[in-house]
């Protein structure tokens, strides 16, 4: 095959994409505006439900944020583009088979472990990754057979960025507030009965250096019957941050100081439910018998690295503070693919600007990229996607150029389905998601008007599938 053809009507570009979050949706968008290219687009997800952590990730208070669904309904409304949902890589479908019918694959499977702590006790019922808790009240079916005692009145939030935010959010609101969301339906009766009163969130570093943003920092400060409450004098700054603070300025950073010293000037009622945030503190040591009991925690200082960046060293002050819930929000960790390499070191897929490359070699795999968390590690917000994915994609189209991508033959879109078909009677797509969506949004018309109530396993969903075509067969 001639260079020039590839990407014509006559020999179309075929690319997967295994995994239907942000990175894989910006991909196939810029892959789809290519004023020259004709391409086919194959999407891949192990579960019925595209949009990866937009829907199992994101906050369910945060609707707004969801709202960006709308565009990938756009990018999958492209004649092209196919949506093959509950097809696992490695389950239904090889890695042999990508490279045999795709000119290209695209991971953007995301980063879905966590990382530990590496403290004793670690492991002691009641200590729970904020990852399995986020899983949990987003009704993502991994995490729905998951049971979370709140019938303590403390837990402890170990990490300083917006995941750890949005956990003792959630732990924090009222039920009534809950209630007007799309969180789980199991999660809302659990948090119904929550005897949680005070949640404590620990940063390992100081104020200065916190990962969470100003606008969720706020956000805990509106939280009905509830105040945050931070000790004036873990608000103050140590003398190197004091030192860099006054260095430069960093708009986050700043405003972060400005809302955190508003909180800390704040003369707490007592009454309600308190947010404390804590600063130059880990845990050591997690204690309890059948359970999580209480946290020993480190008071640090910080001292500036060999890299320059200011880093926590523990000191010999100790304090054990009595718990009953623990949550590990200390950032999420990518897990190895089969077919694909994986650096363990840093938890993604070694590339180099979206290429895939071989560990032996350095040398880059002809025809495989990475976009997302599995590309570059578990950090950025939603938009962040937007150009690690064209990165990707211009790398993919310079190939393209190039005649990298040039194969002997790639089957038909049909053969393609047709092999599907057999290993999977229940292949889910795009048209099925949607079904699933309108279905999800009655039910939340139903409940009283809340925006979705989602389905919580696979099962479900596919049996109110096959209650839909049943329906439109007799109809
Ligand atoms: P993150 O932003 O990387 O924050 C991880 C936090 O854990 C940091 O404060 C880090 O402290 C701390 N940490 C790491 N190892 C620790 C340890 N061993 N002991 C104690 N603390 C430790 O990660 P994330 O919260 O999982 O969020 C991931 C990404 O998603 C971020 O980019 C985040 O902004 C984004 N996100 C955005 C939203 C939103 O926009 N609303 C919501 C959720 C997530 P150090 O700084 O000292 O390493």
């Known amino acids: 095959m001639s ?28 892959m789809q505006s290519q004023p020259d290219l004709f391409v086919q687009v194959d999407m891949y997800d192990r579960l019925p439900t595209p949009f990866g952590l937009v829907r ?38 090889a890695h042999e088979d990508l490279t045999a019918y795709y000119h290209a694959v ?3 499977v995301g980063a879905r472990a966590d990382r530990r702590m590496w403290v004793p006790g670690e492991h002691l019922p009641g200590s729970h990754s904020a990852t399995d808790f986020v899983g949990w009240y987003n009704a993502h079916p991994d995490y729905r057979a998951l049971r979370f005692d709140l019938s303590g009145e403390r837990a402890v939030v170990v990490g300083n960025g917006n995941v750890a935010m949005d956990v003792a959010r959630i732990l924090a609101s009222s039920v009534d507030d809950l209630a007007a969301t799309d969180i789980a339906e199991h999660a809302l009766e659990a948090l119904a009965e929550s005897r949680i009163r005070e949640i404590i969130m620990l940063g390992r570093r100081g104020p200065a250096q916190a990962a969470f943003t100003t606008k969720e ?23 190197l941050s004091a030192a860099e603070v006054a260095a430069a300025p960093d708009r986050t950073r700043d405003a972060n100081l400005e809302v955190l010293a508003g909180y800390a000037g704040a003369q707490p009622s007592g009454t309600g439910r308190r947010v404390v945030l804590r600063f130059l503190a880990s ?32 000191t010999d002050r100790l304090e054990t503070i009595p718990v009953d819930l623990v949550f590990r929000a200390i950032g999420y960790q990518g897990t190895p693919l089969p077919g694909a390499p994986f650096d363990a070191k840093r938890g993604i897929i070694p590339n180099q600007d979206g290429r895939i490359t071989d560990p032996a070699t350095g040398e880059a795999i002809p025809g495989e990229y990475v976009v997302g968390w599995i590309k570059r590690g578990p950090q950025g917000i939603i938009g962040t996607n937007k150009p690690d994915s064209h990165q990707t994609v211009d790398a993919l189209l310079h190939d393209l150029r190039d005649g990298r991508l040039d194969k002997p033959a790639v089957p038909p879109r049909a053969v393609l389905e047709g092999l599907l078909a057999e290993r999977r009677t229940d292949l889910v797509s795009y048209e099925d998601w949607q079904v699933l969506d309108r279905l999800e949004q009655e039910r939340g018309k139903q409940a009283g008007d ?22 439109q067969v007799v109809g």
């Open 3 to 30: 260079t020039s053809e590839l990407g014509t009507p006559a020999q179309p570009l075929r690319v997967a994409i295994i995994g239907s979050g942000p990175s894989g949706f910006y991909a196939a968008e810029h």
């Open 106 to 108: 695209i991971y953007a």
């Open 450 to 471: 809340r925006p979705r109530v989602k389905f919580s396993r696979v099962e479900e969903m596919l049996a109110a599938l096959a209650e839909h075509r049943a329906g």
């Open 217 to 239: 920092l706020r956000e805990l400060g509106h939280i009905t019957g509830c105040e945050v409450v931070v000790d004036p004098a873990e608000a103050t700054l140590d003398a």
């Open 283 to 314: 845990p050591v040591e997690l204690i309890g018998t059948d359970r999580v009991e209480a946290m020993v925690v480190a008071h640090n200082e910080l001292r500036r690295g060999d890299d320059g960046q200011l880093r926590p060293r523990q």
């Open 56 to 93: 199992g990730g994101v906050a369910p208070d945060h609707q707004k944020i969801k709202s960006v669904t709308r565009i990938y309904d756009k990018i999958a409304g492209h004649p092209e583009f196919r949506f093959f949902g509950n097809v696992e890589l490695g389950r239904d479908i």
